[in-house]
């Protein structure tokens, strides 16, 4: 009989992403491919009506055309959409949208601190659960969705055997594919949030603990922790806020915030429980106060040493939504002032390339000592099966035209023909599908630490293998998109994001 030996296994790996394309002809989508062939038969035409000179200089014009369509950078940006962004920034600083000023003496009328850019629309209400817990509930006119938070207490993966770490990505990846099952639900988002700590809640704890009749040793060590356990420590917080439509189907009505309260009400501890399984620890959803303190906070750090203090009084800051925002807050090409602080936010633009292991993003979300406050958020976009089935289909015929379309393809192309095949293999055997990307904000106290910060977020992000891009003139909007709001930013987007994936 043979023994096998099961207590040595390898490490579990996971990877396999893919970006979706489209067909066409030299690198190009689809819609670039239908432009080259609609170029050249107007240059033909050009030739039987005008002239050869006139033909050639329409065939510049395309060839310049195609050239700043097929030539990319690092990140997959090619010179027109750099282009746009370029003229759009400088279409916003010369309105002066960049520079917002709230308040009694701010531009806004109202005379309130309301948020600015896409949460500026946003309306809050609070509602009770099933199980008796109240509930923010966030309504975006805009695009027309509900969004609820959560927040969570994560275990962490210290101490803890790898085949319960393995378990928790595997319940994450199940509830993840979950929501695309879910009726209405649009998008996720998952933000671990790093910052310094204050201190408060240790002083509350001991103080309410302490007895007087203990060593007087004892006592004077306790004094002396809370005087000097907050100087450099950190907290964690972790927030996942889900996203669903306004109208139970496509061309309804919009449900009212009422309506949907009563129907989010009897979900909700589903979708908790649900996480509670994935190592999030204990989670509950934020109510009204809560989730305005940490837009309060996001927008104005120093405000959460007075937030913590009040707690440890026992008072309950008195917080609205319309009085969350920045008092002031002004965005630049690369980064974004807002009151007490400065904040600058990447984008991924290439997830790791090849196999990774489940604590790949662990030192990329722990605290650093250079950056005061880090966020990080994982935007999630579940699709159901009936479009699952057809995206995976599509990027296979996609990945094997381009293998096919030339004599002696790429190892890259061969590769991606794989990968395709496996996902959707994996798709057809009961697997999910997510969209998914990641935006990281770093913010400062003191602008002069600036540089440090967006030092150590590219040693951070090569430590993670991730790519990442500074999201240049459009900083207010992904320093927005990076907190716990729910936003659909593909939602506030005029261009299509099918319509981008084919170019």
């Known amino acids: 009989m043979a023994v096998v030996?099961?207590?040595?296994?390898?490490?579990?790996?996971?990877?396999?992403?893919?970006?979706?394309?489209?067909?066409?002809?030299?690198?190009?989508?689809?819609?670039g491919t239908a432009v080259l062939l609609g170029g050249l038969i107007m240059v033909v035409i050009t030739v039987m009506v005008a002239g050869v000179l006139e033909a050639v200089i329409a065939c510049a014009?395309?060839?310049?055309?195609l050239l700043a369509v097929t030539v990319k950078d690092a990140h997959g940006k090619n010179l027109l959409?750099?282009?746009?962004?370029?003229?759009?920034?400088?279409v916003n600083r010369s309105r002066g949208s960049n520079v917002y000023r709230s308040g009694p003496l701010g531009r806004a009328l109202w005379g309130t601190y309301q948020l600015p850019g896409l949460a500026a629309p946003t309306r809050l209400s609070e509602?009770?659960?099933?199980y008796g817990r109240p509930f923010a509930l966030l309504y975006t006119p805009a695009t027309g969705s509900y969004s609820v938070v959560i927040g969570t207490e994560p275990d962490g993966a210290a101490l803890v055997d790898q085949e319960q770490i393995d378990i928790w990505v595997a319940d994450w990846g199940h509830w993840l594919a979950n929501l695309g099952d879910e009726p209405g639900i649009e998008a996720a988002s998952v933000t671990v949030e790093t910052a310094p700590d204050s201190g408060t809640r240790l002083r509350r704890e001991v103080s309410t603990q302490l007895d007087e009749d203990a060593p007087e040793f004892a006592k004077a060590m306790l004094r002396e922790t809370v005087l000097r356990y907050p100087a450099g420590s950190s907290t964690v917080k972790a927030y996942?806020?889900?996203?669903?439509?306004?109208?139970?189907r496509p061309g309804a009505k919009r449900r009212k915030p009422d309506e949907m309260g009563r129907e989010l009400a009897a979900r909700l501890p589903g979708l908790t429980a649900g996480l509670q399984a994935t190592g999030a620890g204990a989670a509950h959803p934020l109510s009204a106060q809560e989730l305005c303190e940490a837009i309060r906070i996001a927008y104005d750090p120093v405000a959460a040493t007075l937030i913590d203090e009040a707690h440890a009084a026992g008072e309950v800051p008195e917080l609205t939504w319309p009085d969350v925002g920045p008092s002031a807050a002004q965005a630049s090409w690369n980064g974004y002032r807002h009151d007490s602080?400065?904040?600058?936010?990447?984008?991924?633009?290439?997830?790791p390339r090849g196999n990774v292991q489940s604590g790949v993003l662990a030192r990329f979300l722990a605290p650093h000592r250079d950056i005061a406050r880090k966020r990080v958020t994982l935007l999630y976009r579940p699709i159901d099966a009936a479009r699952a089935a057809a995206m995976v289909e599509a990027d296979?015929?996609?990945a094997e035209f381009r293998m096919t379309s030339t004599s002696k393809p790429a190892a890259r192309d061969t590769l991606a023909v794989r990968a395709a095949a496996a996902t959707a293999g994996e798709e057809a055997s009961g697997a999910g599908l997510v969209n998914f990307g990641l935006l990281v904000t770093?913010?400062?106290?003191?602008?002069?630490?600036?540089?440090?910060?967006?030092?150590?977020?590219?040693?951070?992000?090569?430590?993670?293998?991730?790519?990442?891009?500074?999201?240049?003139?459009?900083?207010?909007?992904?320093?927005?998109a990076a907190l716990p709001l729910g936003l659909v930013l593909p939602k506030h987007i005029k261009v299509p994001a099918e319509l981008r994936d084919k170019l």
């Open 127 to 130: 509602h009770t659960d099933s």
């Open 81 to 90: 959409t750099r282009s746009s962004t370029r003229v759009g920034w400088w």
């Open 396 to 398: 296979l015929r996609a």
């Open 341 to 351: 602080a400065y904040s600058c936010t990447w984008a991924m633009t290439a997830a």
């Open 61 to 65: 014009v395309l060839g310049v055309l």
């Open 442 to 480: 770093a913010t400062v106290s003191d602008l002069e630490k600036a540089a440090d910060a967006r030092a150590a977020i590219d040693n951070l992000g090569a430590t993670a293998r991730l790519r990442l891009r500074p999201v240049y003139g459009s900083q207010d909007s992904a320093f927005a």
């Open 240 to 248: 996942v806020a889900v996203t669903f439509a306004a109208a139970a």
């Open 5 to 31: 030996d099961t207590t040595h296994r390898g490490a579990r790996t996971y990877g396999n992403w893919r970006r979706p394309t489209s067909p066409g002809i030299l690198g190009l989508g689809s819609v």
